[in-house]
C-alpha cells in the first residue's frame, strides 16, 4: 500500500470532536464552516525566533516531530525508551542517536502508545494536513512516511516562513529571559518578510531565587543594565529597563512561571533583606516562596505602568525526575501538576492592584478542581482577571470540555481569552488551533440544542473565541 493509501479515505475524518448526535452535530458543522479558517493568533508560546530569523529548511522528521516535542518523547520515555534513543542532547555532551530514520522508526514503532491523547490528533493533523500522508503511521510505513516528509523539507515551500503564511498566522508571540538580546527577533523585524513574530517577557531566570545560576544571572543583568542589582532599587530598575526593550521589540505580555500563585506586599526593608539572603545562597525555601510571590506583585505595578499583560502560569512542579534533569536540564517531560490555591494566594496582588481599569492579569492553572470553586469566581468578579484557556496536559479535547463546563456558568466566555497553544512544536500549532476550533463549536452546539443559546449568538461567541478575544486580551 502506498505512503498515500486509499485515494478516497483521509486520515482525519471531517467530523472528528464534534458530537454523535444528529442535532448538534449540524449545528457544530455550521458554526466550524464559519471559523475553521479564520487567522491564527498565537499569543504565547516557545517556537524558536531562530527559526523564523534564518528560515532555514528544517533538517529532518524527527527534529521537527520528536526531539523537541516533550509531549512527544515523555510518553515513549514512560515505556522505558531512553532519551538518547531518540536524539534528545545531553547537558554533557554525551553520545546521542546522531541517525534521524532510527529515531523516527522508534515514533513509528510505538505509534499506538499515542491512541487516545492529544498528541496523536496533532501529529496525524500535521503529517495529513500539512504532508498529504493519508495512511496511519506504523512500523511498516515508516519508511516510506519519513521519506514523504523530507521530499516535503527540501522544498522552499516547506521553510518556516513559507509555512508561517501557510498556517495563516497573523501574529506568533515566543518567550524569552530577561537576559535574552532578542537577536533574532531583531533580524526578523528588519528584515523583508511581514510575518510579526514577537516575544514574551518570562523573568523566571531572574526572580526566582531557586533558578540555577541565580546569582550569576543577576550579575549578568547588571552588566546589561548598568544597574546594580544587589540593591533592591537597582534591582527593580533593571527589570523594568529590560521589560521596556522588550516592549520595543513587540512584545505586549510577560509571563511568570512560578511554582505557586503566592503574591506578597512586603515593604522595601524586607525585600533588601530577601534579595541579601538569595544572593548569599543562604536563603531557604520558605525565603524563596516569598521572594517569588513579592516579585508577582512588582510585576503587576510595572505592568500597570508599562502596559504589558501579565500572565501567570502556576502550579507545575518542574523538573521532578532529578535523574533527567541531571542529565538533560529542564523542559525534558518530567514537569508534573500540583494543587494550586488562588484566592489566598492572590489576595495581596488583588487588594493592592485588583481594582485597577489599566491593568490585565490572565491566569491560568494545572489544577482543574480550581476551576470552578477559585478561578471562576475571581475572574467572575475582579476587572483585571482573565481565565487563560486549558492548558498543557489539559491542552485536550476533554480538558477543554471540562473547562468550558466548569467555568462558563460563572465567569461566562467574555472573562476567558479564547486559546493559545503554547508549544514549542511549530507543526502542532495549526492542529492545536483547530482542536480548540472544534471544541469550542461542539460545546456551543450543545447549548444550541439545549435551547441555552440562540444560533446566531453561538456564531458570534465561535468568532470572539476564535479570533476577537484573544486579540483584546493581549493587546494585539
Same mark, same amino acid.
Given at each position: ?14 467530523d472528528?470532536? /464534534?458530537?454523535? *448526535? ?12 464559519e471559523?475553521? *479558517? ?6 504565547? $508560546?516557545?517556537t524558536?525566533?531562530r ?6 529548511? #528544517? ?11 516533550? @509531549?512527544? #518523547?515523555?510518553?515513549?520515555?514512560s ?81 518556516? %516562513? ?15 529571559s ?15 518578510? =511581514?510575518?510579526?513574530? +514577537?516575544?514574551?517577557?518570562r ?12 546569582? !550569576? ?6 552588566e ?12 527593580l ?7 521596556? /526593550? /522588550? ?7 510577560? =509571563? ?9 506586599d ?12 538569595? &544572593?548569599?545562597?543562604?536563603?531557604? !525555601? ?28 502556576? $502550579?507545575? /512542579? ?11 536540564? %529542564? ?5 508534573i ?26 491566569l #491560568? ?10 478561578? !471562576? ?10 481565565? $487563560? ?23 461566562? #466566555?467574555?472573562?476567558?481569552? $479564547?486559546?493559545?497553544? =503554547?508549544t514549542?512544536?511549530?507543526?502542532? +500549532? ?15 452546539a ?18 470572539? &473565541?476564535? @479570533? ?9
Amino acid at each position: 500500500m502506498s505512503v498515500e493509501g486509499n485515494p478516497g479515505r483521509r486520515l482525519l475524518d471531517e467530523d472528528r470532536l /464534534f458530537s454523535s *448526535d444528529p442535532s448538534q452535530r449540524s449545528v457544530a458543522r455550521r458554526l466550524y464552516a464559519e471559523i475553521r *479558517d479564520l487567522p491564527i493568533v498565537s499569543p504565547h $508560546g516557545h517556537t524558536d525566533p531562530r527559526w523564523f530569523a534564518d528560515n532555514e529548511a #528544517f533538517e529532518n522528521p524527527a527534529k521537527l516531530f520528536v526531539t523537541p516535542d516533550h @509531549y512527544v #518523547f515523555r510518553m515513549l520515555y514512560s515505556q522505558g525508551i531512553p532519551l538518547e534513543s531518540l536524539g534528545v542532547a545531553r547537558r554533557d555532551g554525551g553520545p546521542v542517536e546522531s541517525d534521524p530514520r532510527k529515531v523516527w522508526r522508534l515514533l513509528a514503532e510505538n505509534y499506538g502508545l499515542f491512541r487516545g491523547t492529544p498528541s496523536r490528533l496533532w501529529l496525524d493533523h500535521a503529517l495529513s494536513e500539512v504532508f498529504g500522508v493519508q495512511e496511519r503511521l506504523s512500523a511498516a510505513n515508516a519508511d516510506a512516511v519519513y521519506d514523504q516528509v523530507q521530499a516535503c523539507l527540501d522544498k522552499p515551500e516547506y521553510r518556516p %516562513r513559507a509555512l508561517f503564511d501557510r498556517f495563516k498566522i497573523e501574529v506568533i508571540a515566543t518567550t524569552e529571559s530577561p537576559l535574552d538580546p532578542l537577536e533574532s527577533h531583531a533580524r526578523v523585524r528588519d528584515s523583508d518578510w =511581514d510575518g510579526r513574530v +514577537i516575544t514574551a517577557y518570562r523573568p523566571d531566570p531572574v526572580v526566582d531565587p531557586e533558578y540555577e545560576d541565580f546569582t !550569576a544571572n543577576l550579575e549578568q543583568l547588571a552588566e546589561m543594565t548598568g544597574e546594580t542589582t544587589s540593591g533592591w532599587k537597582g534591582y527593580l530598575a533593571a527589570l523594568q529597563q529590560r521589560r521596556g /526593550f /522588550f516592549a520595543e521589540m513587540g512584545a505586549t505580555s510577560t =509571563d511568570h512561571g512560578h511554582p505557586s500563585a503566592a503574591t506578597a506586599d512586603l515593604d522595601p526593608a524586607a525585600c533588601q533583606s530577601l534579595l541579601d539572603r538569595a &544572593l548569599s545562597g543562604a536563603i531557604t !525555601a520558605e525565603d524563596a516562596e516569598l521572594f517569588r510571590a513579592q516579585m508577582l506583585t512588582e510585576m503587576a505595578r510595572m505592568s500597570l505602568e508599562d502596559g504589558l499583560v501579565m500572565q501567570i502560569h502556576p $502550579g507545575s /512542579f518542574r523538573s521532578h525526575n532529578q535523574k533527567l534533569m541531571a542529565g538533560f536540564g %529542564r523542559d525534558m517531560g518530567a514537569d508534573i501538576p500540583t494543587r494550586t490555591d488562588y484566592v489566598r494566594a492572590l489576595r495581596p496582588l488583588l487588594s493592592r492592584f485588583g481594582n485597577e481599569p489599566g491593568l490585565d492579569v490572565i491566569l #491560568f492553572t494545572l489544577d482543574e478542581t480550581s476551576y470552578s470553586r477559585e478561578l !471562576a469566581p475571581l475572574a467572575g468578579h475582579y476587572p483585571i482577571l482573565k481565565l $487563560g484557556p486549558a492548558w498543557w496536559f489539559y491542552d485536550s479535547p476533554e480538558g477543554m470540555l471540562r473547562y468550558r463546563r466548569s467555568v462558563t456558568e460563572t465567569a461566562g #466566555f467574555y472573562n476567558t481569552v $479564547g486559546f493559545n497553544d =503554547d508549544t514549542r512544536a511549530f507543526l502542532s +500549532i495549526p492542529a492545536r488551533h483547530d482542536v480548540a476550533r472544534r471544541i469550542d463549536c461542539a460545546y456551543l452546539a450543545e447549548l444550541v440544542c439545549d435551547h441555552r443559546l440562540d444560533e446566531d449568538e453561538a456564531l458570534e461567541v465561535a468568532v470572539d &473565541l476564535t @479570533y476577537n478575544l484573544v486579540k483584546k486580551a493581549y493587546r494585539l
